[in-house]
């Protein structure tokens, strides 16, 4: 394929080359079986043995074949379009395969050990040896503790979101949007070392399932303010007029009109937040010590909580502890998931309406 | 002039409209400002105040307990690589910390970035509209799965699985530096660590990449496509050139989700201190994974120590996070002066 | 190199709503020819059938024959890429790539064709850049980016841009709609000019243009809302604005309706 071939085929108007040469079908999957094939007799001759080689050393064969072929038949810009074709869809079975893996992982081995008992036990008296035990304490801490982070989160966020969109200008509010950002990127063990550091260093109080909740109302902060800027945003500016001109002043306009109007949006954020945090188990393991016993008081002595709960039960050696951490895992992705659907539910059914 | 869309074609206009949220100034009607008015006001703002005073609040309490500990160290905090703040005298620094926090951080990024645009191409331009929304979705659930489930997974299932790649590659490209080991021994390393780590920023890589690619001007592909461009020729002369901030954004916001990761890498690595870039050698530790490995453990002048590490992940990420959204702002300003 | 175009049993589709609905004309090679109607007639949808651009968006697909020079654009075996090689177009907003310099615009199109040579390049960028009577606004500045430039020298940029890869007919969809009337009169005599070259097809909102620039009209229009638009008549553009044989169109051009 030289320059002026190509631009003589262009050029002169002789007739017009609209088909160009195409790979039969037939020809993807014969490769397809080819670089099996061959995967399989390296396979005999080599030294290859995991799975994980088998797929990507035959999925990388499979992309030499298909892109030889189609040079040769097709010309360089069809093989380079396939090529490309192909890695997009391989990139995309590459990055399902593992975050299915994970989910069915989690279900596959979860699910054996879930019952009625392990959801209403706890692990006092159990040692990571002994098969009983359950997860309720965690269960309990979690509750009560993403309830708590949410008490104080979502008014406070509300508050800064409404400052954010309805007043603010300049300079104070671009310096607290942009504090929101860094506050997205921070790091959760870093809420929870600030809460080591404040609430129980400096101010010399013991670890509680309070402490664990301000650590975690700190990693709701930023998201929700974000959520609800975002769904007061688009709130029409009519609403607002239409209210300003009936008489009623800004802050029942902005209680009555605005926040209602934005309120499913906001929910949905709050909710996912709410999934984010219940997951997070660095903050917490600063700031809540985690216990065996049922606490139901998260203002005094040490709580557990789910993620918590799977971070000590995997780290032991033990197979019962493990099987243990894998059915709260279980649990804790069943609780997670479930906040996320119903949270994009509500905002599906609220863009519908 | 009008313009004369014959049937319903969709013009995508490059500048997003964003809502304009002026309102009544507030010296015009100035006399019928409430007392209540004023307070709500008020209120928002302490609320916008307090915001900023918290992370003052952070920053502050972060330097002071750590103060302490520092001025106990014997060693020196930067350039240490050993980690004993719980010895007397004490004697630790965050040199081998901050080297696998970035280390595992980077390989990750650079693993997860490709697959990431991978999937946010498949789902803009290759999947069928009818799969593309579920695809989507799908993708943003797994954003939501807990890191300490990641970790368990890696810990326990991952891990085993990946010692024959380990081992081969370490057979047949173990004279480059990075895939050598010492006498071939591999297990849970950094690199196993890196693979978790991108499993784990990938969804959300992916998503913010989704995002930019949807904005692409259904002009700039028309005008690929009308001049006899293939598909991957229109995503080269159209999709990338104008998705690049966006993925670039994405890709650091991915790398400061990484460095920051806790408990995943705290199951994965062996928590062992020291800087090698035998990435498939069982050694490895980051600054957060040494918070949850280190705090049980820890006396007084070991808490400080934490906090002082933890001090300089914060500013590591909070550098990051700046770079991706100065990357992202630029592009803003781009777009908005071009249309 | 310019061709020749026959449209037969021509219905085109956007998902379940019928567009426009069993279409017949010919066109004649280094014609130009206007589709004029009122909106929503279908007359960008044709267009668009022209080079296989309809089936772009999601949803969409047709039915019916497009000869070019006797060979079916959408018969089996044809590829869409070689067929927009071959038919260009310039779109109703002036649609540069915003990250791309004048030059690499004009050569953006050769260049996916493969054509590396700097020389070749070079020649073809001025050759295209003079045919859409831009070089002399932009020979100094080449490297500057197309989105600097104003709309007008934007949408002429974007017809160098498609006469840059020597394609055998052009399409104009409304090219004029978005420019001031200075910049309307210089793509005017840009497309009288091209003519000696090329097969021009263009939609326009407006008929004085189609009166200027054109030689044959095809007046399109649609019953009521939701039909599909059809094919009224076409003719001598002199004819169509004088004496048009059918009363819908001497009652659109006379501005009764539309």
Redesign the interface.
Known sequence: MSTTTVSSTTGTGGGLALRGQKLPNAAFPVIAVGAVVLTVLLYLVTSIDSTIQFVLISGVLYLIGQTVASVLVEGSRRAADRFVTTLVYLAFLLAVIPLVAVLANVIAKGVGRLDVGFLSHSMRGIGARDAGGGIYHALIGTLEQIALASLFAVPFSLLVAIYLVEYGRGRISRTISFFVDVLTGLPSVIAGLFILAFYILALGQKPSGFAGSLALTILMIPIVVRAAEEMLKLVPHELREASYALGVPRWRTILKVVLPTALPGIVTGVMLAVARVAGETAPLLLTIFGTDSINFNPFSGPQSALPLYIYSQAGQPQQTAVDRAWAAALTLIALVMLLNVVARLIARMARVR | MTSDPDGPRTHLSGDGGSVATTEPTSSSDAARVSPVDVFFKNLTRTAGLGLLALIAAIAVFLVVKATSALNANTGHFLTTTEWFPNASPPFFGVAALLFGTLLTAVIAMVIAVPVAVGIALFITVYAPRRLAMPLAFIVDLLAAVPSVIFGLWGLLVLVPRMDGLQMWLTDYFGWIPLFATDNGAVGRSIFVASVVLAIMILPIVAALSREVFLQVPIAHKEAALALGATRWEMIRAAVLPYGKPGVISASMLGLGRAMGETIAVALVLPASFGISWKILAPAGNTIAANVANGFAEANNTGRGALIASGLVLFIVTMIVNMAARAVIARRREFSGAAS | ???RIDVSGLTAF?GK?K?VSDIHFSIEPKNVTAFIGP???????VLRTL?R?HE????ARVEGRVL??G?D?Y?P???P??????V??V???P??????SIYENVV??LK??????KS?LDERAEESLRGANLWEEVKDRLGR?G?GLSGGQQQRL?IA??IA????VLLMD?PC??LDPISTLAIEDLIVKLKSSYTIVIVT?NMQQASRVSDTTAFFTLDKTGDP?RLVEMDKTEKIFSNPAQKRTEEYITGRFG
């Open positions: 190199m310019a061709t956007y709503f567009a909106s929503g007639c279908g007359k960008s949808t080079n651009m772009v968006l999601p949803g070019m020079d060979e654009l018969g075996g044809v590829d890429v070689n067929v927009r090689r071959a260009g177009m779109f109703q907003r649609n540069p790539f915003p990250t791309m953006a199109g996916l064709n493969g054509t590396r040579k070749l980016p989105a974007c841009r498609a890869v020597e394609p055998q409304e709609s978005a909102h638009g």
